[in-house]
């Protein structure tokens, strides 16, 4: 008896739920490691407050940088959530350059009270509450998504959804409990992949070979990556939070040498899965148009189609690897850097191996997800319609 479409998809869906929800059983069963705790701030809670006046204030505006003042005040506060809500606090205010929470009337502001010392508590200001315009900028990406994509777009927000859950809930804890990160990075790279693709586009030919296509062009960057790294003798322990997470290490038995080449997968996801669902769909809608075409001129259909996809994926990822590293650029610059010196520095390196890696897998993707399509579509799909 064959199974309808409807079916596969509902068998599929449950199949991922249940690979996710049992992989967050095991990972969460283990007590959650707190770094807090080595550094004696578990007793720090951050609240929101709000100013109710200004008492003093000694500052100097810069004249170079637009609303940046250096100096002092003193705050009344409010506290306005946690276990002192509704206690009013006289608060000194330091500003500098790098922490700058100018505080005026009626703004929200984020505190900090260090409980630390038993029977008394210190408040202090912490930061700026910017998490409702952060929110409204997420709500306005969802809304335009909805309303551009409509079906298809609130499909692409429930992959969305479950992919930074992944992410947050199972990739980083699976990293700091001491498992593989190449393991772990294919394994989410793979459950994400499967649960995005399928919400997009359900259960089809191309859905396969887009996730197939996905799989192998990311596991090509990692092996390329830790390939290279291996003989450039570049690792994770060449990172600014090497020490920080050394610290870590040393309590969980995270492996930190592979982190690099663990980010290197997840960043190189998007772009990959990208190419893969372009080309898988291109070369379904050529077969629904004429599907006695052979797997030969489907593949070359593919081809033709990825020549144009691969130079603009290949600059995205390039860029947004050097986007993320605009003010070391902007440092080498200044210190006039020698290139024999600049071109071995740990970190030029690390970003050289990220675009290159991520490039190539992005460029291989286009021929793997043409003959994975040649090869199957034929074969699975005889009615493409």
């Known amino acids: 008896m064959r199974v309808s479409n409807p079916v596969k998809l509902s068998i599929?869906?449950?199949?991922?739920?249940?690979?996710?929800?049992?992989?967050?059983?095991?990972?969460?069963?283990?007590?959650?490691?707190q770094y807090n705790k080595l550094q004696g701030e578990a007793d720090m809670q951050y609240e929101k407050a709000r100013v109710l006046e200004v008492l003093e204030e000694n500052i100097a505006w810069d004249l170079n940088i637009p609303n940046l003042a250096r100096g002092t005040q003193r705050l009344k506060i409010k506290i306005l959530t946690g276990a002192h809500r509704d206690e009013v606090h006289v608060v000194k205010n330091y500003l500098s350059t790098r922490f700058n929470v100018y505080g005026v009337v009626g703004k929200t502001i984020v505190i900090c009270v260090d409980t630390t010392k038993a029977g008394t508590y210190r408040v202090t200001v912490n930061?700026?509450?910017?998490?409702?315009?952060?929110?409204?900028?997420?709500?306005?990406?969802?809304?335009?998504?909805?309303?551009?994509?409509?079906?298809?777009?609130?499909q692409s927000i429930a992959g969305l959804a479950?992919?930074?859950?992944?992410?947050?809930?199972?990739?980083?804890?699976?990293?700091?409990?001491?498992?593989?990160?190449?393991?772990?990075?294919?394994?989410?790279?793979?459950?994400?992949?499967?649960?995005?693709?399928?919400?997009?586009?359900?259960?089809?030919?191309?859905?396969?070979?887009?996730?197939?296509?996905?799989?192998?062009?990311?596991?090509?960057?990692?092996?390329?990556?830790?390939?290279?790294?291996?003989?450039?003798?570049?690792?994770g322990f060449q990172t600014e939070e090497a020490e920080t997470l050394i610290v870590i290490a040393s309590s969980t038995g995270m492996n930190v040498g592979q982190l690099l080449f663990a980010g290197l997968l997840i960043a190189s996801l998007g772009a990959v899965m990208d190419v893969a669902m372009s080309i898988s769909s291109g070369i379904h809608e050529v077969r629904m148009t004429d599907n006695s075409l052979s797997g030969?001129?489907?593949?070359?259909?593919?081809?033709?189609?990825?020549?144009?996809?691969?130079?603009?994926?290949?600059?995205?990822?390039i860029l947004a690897f050097a986007g993320s590293s605009v003010n070391s650029l902007i440092l080498i610059y200044a210190y006039n850097v020698h290139y024999t010196q600049l071109i071995n520095l740990d970190t030029i390196a690390i970003e050289i191996l990220r675009g290159i890696c991520g490039s190539t897998a992005v460029v291989l993707t286009v021929p793997i997800v043409s003959a994975l399509s040649a090869w199957f579509f034929p074969l699975f799909d005889s009615n493409p319609r």
């Not at 599929?12 to 490691?33: C, D, N, P, T, W």
């Not at 030969?296 to 990822?317: A, E, Y």
């Open 12 to 33: 599929a869906f449950g199949i991922l739920v249940s690979v996710f929800a049992g992989m967050l059983v095991v990972v969460h069963s283990k007590e959650r490691f």
């Open 127 to 154: 930061n700026v509450y910017r998490s409702p315009v952060l929110y409204a900028a997420a709500f306005l990406f969802i809304i335009v998504l909805a309303a551009t994509g409509r079906k298809k777009g609130l």
């Open 162 to 235: 479950f992919t930074i859950a992944a992410i947050l809930f199972l990739f980083i804890p699976m990293l700091i409990q001491g498992y593989s990160p190449v393991v772990t990075s294919v394994f989410i790279v793979i459950l994400t992949t499967c649960m995005t693709v399928l919400c997009i586009n359900g259960w089809s030919g191309k859905t396969l070979v887009a996730v197939l296509g996905t799989t192998v062009g990311v596991v090509i960057a990692g092996l390329m990556s830790s390939f290279f790294g291996a003989l450039a003798h570049v690792s």
């Open 296 to 317: 030969q001129r489907l593949f070359q259909s593919g081809m033709n189609m990825g020549k144009d996809i691969m130079g603009t994926m290949s600059n995205t990822l």
